[in-house]
């Protein structure tokens, strides 16, 4: 079985996406949340510590 974290919008607490693995170097995702519509970037690194900030516009 395959564990997926799921990652909540910073914006509406909604889901914004699943994660099955978190990688070595940290990344930026920025998406557009499907609930809220609001464009949210979210921070992944190796320590499993997933920093969220938002930009509205
Ligand atoms: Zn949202």
């Keep these: 079985m395959s564990k997926m ?6 914006k509406c607490g909604g889901r914004a996406f699943d ?10 995702v920025a998406l557009k949340c499907p609930r809220c519509h609001n464009i949210v970037t979210i921070e992944c690194s190796s320590d499993f510590k997933i920093k969220r900030t938002t930009s509205c516009k």
């Design 5 to 10: 974290t799921r990652i909540p919008c910073p």
């Design 19 to 28: 994660i099955s693995k978190i990688p070595k170097e940290r990344i930026d």
